[in-house]
């Protein structure tokens, strides 16, 4: 029986924004930057959506936690070809523990087989949320999967891990996140994209799940990594093993 | 002129202007100033000068008016028409203008910068975003071309449609004649009728009437949300309907329509590593349709889907991909700025840079296809281009498999055919990369008498001895 899939998805600060640090250092200014579904993401929308086409799952759904503009994530992975959204409204900071037990709560009422999520945002590169999102259900996780192989009563994840791959097999309902070799996802295609203006997106306002979202953690300092020195053009092997030398990278 | 390489004393006497380390004689060394882009033109110099300042370029034209010594300038040699490297006499000398490499204002708040001669393009990019502000013009070569080239060509690119070409962009100079005096024409004014606009002759100038040391260019507010969509369309007919909605929907902010058939795509996706396909199937034409916002990316958004939605009800758009994010937009237009390049591995390819008004882009290609494939049958045409501003690069590959010399030997009659076409719709044969040695015999057959003996009383008046950049142009 072809299951149902859950795929979290986050509006994050575009990878190509030359993102700058507020005065204050307080966090980084978003004001006017572009914003696009994070990429790991779109790589969980875009598995998915595969295991559909492959007739392994009936319906995918997509879930995102934030503020008004988090539909327009959802829509765009509505527009990749997902069936329906879920949008859980919350402002602020939402921290991986929260967005856990918030995702929780729409998979309770939901009841998928699979659920699938990055492995991380590249806003704050945290990579928690899957993992504690799979210990609160008490389900199985395959982490920084590469290779997604759905069978009946379980799924078989290939994982990038330090010096190789591992491949486990998870029994149903399990938990997946995704590493950047798993698929290269689809564009938005102009009829899906209009197609995806009718497809349903439901509110569920976060307050009204009875969950604590309040930050735990405080940013004490965001800072902007040091800027690189300019290169120089060397003439001549002899020279660079001088300059080696005149910084003490050689003896 | 002097046709003769120069001699060892001269070689001394402009070497002790630049420093020797900046006066390049070793043939290694020289070579890179002497090869272009396409391999056409390639010649031979035994010298190289690299000067560093406008002083050292006034003193090195002084002493070439002097001896009678023709001066090549050249900035990123990434011109393609040949005007930038010496001819096979060995008796030009080039001058570089890449070490001249200093931004030397932004102006953020008037929306100016003003750059040496020798600027990377991109690196005007990188400095008005620094400060907000934008420098729109756009060129496949944009990595390695250099201020002095973008003015001396008067470089056009993917955003003429909305923000114009270099001529547009320009809003004052700084010039060194061919006697060695310096004009300085930096002014940032808008407004500014003293007199003749000079710098307008020095803008497409190509080198032959002046040396550009450094520019005053506009800059714009920059967009702040960015729209890009590869759009699969039926004919060149369709593409032409689209053009005119989304002009309509998008106004000025419609800053990017390019036209490509079928057969660019299957050259880049073969020869390009990372690049694919973004639609599901094949169409016969494509357009890549970029839209900005001044407020911000919804809107762009909203106008670019709700122009292509309209396209589609009307039959004129049969799918498109759209970019969900910057690097999806970046490797749209990756695709539309490698097709030069990927035709490179399919063998030989005669190249027109013509340009005819916007509506009779669809009946040009029409005519001129057909022309092409009576005289070769088995050709392969590639054209495509800037649809938004009628110009068109008719680029023809050779058939599969033939012979690349036989091919190429028949530049010249395919080029009389195109041209033959291009002017019955009043159109220009040289619409964006200049005249240089490329096409310098046609000039006299498509300006008239008056035009011409205007163009050679402007060079006689700046340049009487015929130092600069001789054989070009004129
Ligand atoms: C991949 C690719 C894509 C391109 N796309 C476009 C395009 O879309 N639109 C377009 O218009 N062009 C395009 N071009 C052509 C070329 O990049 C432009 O003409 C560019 O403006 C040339 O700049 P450059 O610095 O390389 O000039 P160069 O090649 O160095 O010189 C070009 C001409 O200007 C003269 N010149 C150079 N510097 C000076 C100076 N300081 N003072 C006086 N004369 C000077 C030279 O003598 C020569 O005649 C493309 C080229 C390539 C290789």
């Given at each position: 029986m072809p299951i149902k899939i859950l795929v979290a998805v986050k509006r994050v600060v575009d990878t190509n924004v030359k993102v700058r640090v507020k005065p204050d250092g307080s966090g980084v200014d978003l004001a006017n930057v572009k914003m696009s579904m994070n990429p790991f993401c779109e790589i969980a929308v875009e598995e998915a959506l595969r295991l559909r086409e492959a007739g392994k799952a009936s319906e995918v759904v997509v879930v995102s936690i934030g503020p008004a503009q988090a539909a327009e994530t959802i829509r765009t992975g509505l527009a990749m070809g997902a069936d329906r959204g879920v949008h859980v409204k919350a402002e602020g900071r939402i921290e991986p523990l929260a967005v856990a037990k918030l995702l929780k709560a729409v998979i309770d009422r939901e009841a998928p087989g699979l659920v699938i999520l990055g492995k991380q945002a590249i806003d704050d590169d945290l990579n928690q949320t899957g993992q504690m999102l799979a210990a609160l259900l008490d389900w199985p996780q395959g982490t920084f999967a590469s290779k997604v192989a759905l069978g009946d009563a379980d799924v078989d994840v290939t994982r990038e891990v330090d010096g190789g791959l591992e491949t486990v097999r998870l029994g149903l309902p399990a938990v997946v996140t995704t590493d950047l070799r798993l698929n290269e996802p689809r564009y938005a295609s102009l009829p899906n994209i209009m197609k995806a203006k009718k497809k349903p997106i439901e509110e569920i306002d976060a307050q009204t799940l009875g969950i604590d979202l309040a930050p735990r953690h405080?940013?004490?300092?965001?800072?902007?990594?040091?800027?690189?020195?300019?290169?120089?053009?060397l003439g001549s092997p002899a020279e660079l093993v001088g300059k080696l030398k005149e910084t003490g990278v050689l003896a | 002129m002097v046709r003769n390489p120069p001699s060892a004393a001269l070689v001394e006497r402009f070497a002790s202007i630049v420093g020797a380390a900046n006066a390049l004689t070793e043939p290694a060394a020289?070579?890179?100033?002497?090869?272009?882009?396409?391999?056409?033109?390639?010649?031979?110099?035994?010298?190289?000068?690299?000067?560093?300042?406008?002083?050292?370029?006034?003193?090195?034209?002084?002493?070439a008016s002097e001896t009678m010594t023709a001066i090549v300038p050249q900035s990123g040699n990434t011109g393609l028409v040949g005007g930038q490297v010496p001819d096979d006499s060995g008796s030009e000398v080039v001058l570089a203008l890449d070490r001249m490499r200093t931004i030397r204002a932004v102006d953020a708040a008037g929306f100016t910068l003003t750059a040496e001669a020798g600027v990377i393009l991109a690196d005007i990019h990188a400095a008005a975003e620094a400060v907000d502000r934008l420098f729109?013009?756009?060129?496949?070569?944009?990595?390695?071309?250099?201020?002095?080239?973008?003015?001396?060509?008067n470089a056009g690119g993917t955003a003429v449609l909305s923000y114009g070409s270099m001529r547009d962009l320009v809003l004052g100079l700084e010039v060194v004649l061919a006697d060695g005096r310096v004009w300085n024409g930096l002014s940032g004014l808008r407004k500014d009728n003293t007199g003749y606009d000079l710098k307008q002759l020095f803008i497409g100038g190509e080198g032959t009437l002046g040396v550009v040391t450094a520019a005053t260019l506009k800059l714009f507010p920059r967009p702040k949300g960015l729209a890009v969509a590869l759009v699969g369309v039926p004919s060149p007919e369709a593409a032409l309907a689209l053009f005119g909605a989304a002009r309509e929907r998008a106004r000025q902010d419609l800053t990017g329509y390019e036209l490509m058939p079928r057969i660019a795509l299957d050259f880049v996706f073969r020869h390009i590593p990372g690049t694919r396909d973004p639609l599901a199937s094949l169409h016969p034409w494509y357009v890549l349709v970029e839209v900005s916002?001044?407020?911000?990316?919804?809107?762009?958004d909203a106008t670019l889907e709700g122009l292509l939605g309209e396209g589609y009800e009307a039959g004129h758009v049969l799918d498109a991909a759209i970019a969900r994010s910057l690097a999806e937009g970046h490797a749209l237009w990756r695709i539309r700025h490698a097709i030069s390049e990927a035709q490179k591995p399919e063998g030989g390819s005669i190249k027109h840079d013509v340009s005819v008004p916007v509506a009779d882009v669809p009946a040009f290609l029409a005519e001129a296809t057909a022309a092409v494939l009576a005289l070769i049958p088995d050709a392969r045409p590639v054209p495509f281009g800037h649809l938004g501003d009628g110009n068109i690069h008719f680029n023809i590959s050779q058939p599969v498999g033939g012979d690349r010399e036989a091919f190429l030997a028949r530049w010249a009659q395919v080029n009389e055919t195109v041209h033959a076409i291009v002017g019955r719709y009043r159109g220009s044969i040289a619409a964006e990369h200049g005249i240089g040695r490329a096409k310098r015999d046609l000039l006299p057959g498509v300006e008239g008498d008056v035009a011409m003996a205007m163009m050679r009383g402007i060079k006689a008046a700046l340049?009487?001895?015929?130092?600069?950049?001789?054989?070009?142009?004129?």
């Open positions: 405080t940013v004490l300092k965001t800072a902007e990594p040091a800027a690189r020195k300019g290169g120089v053009t | 020289i070579e890179p100033y002497t090869l272009e882009h396409r391999g056409r033109y390639g010649g031979r110099t035994g010298l190289v000068l690299r000067p560093g300042s406008v002083a050292e370029v006034s003193a090195i034209l002084a002493t729109p013009l756009s060129l496949g070569s944009e990595g390695s071309c250099r201020v002095g080239g973008n003015v001396s060509t916002s001044g407020r911000n990316q919804e809107d762009a340049d009487p001895k015929g130092v600069l950049n001789p054989g070009r142009v004129l």
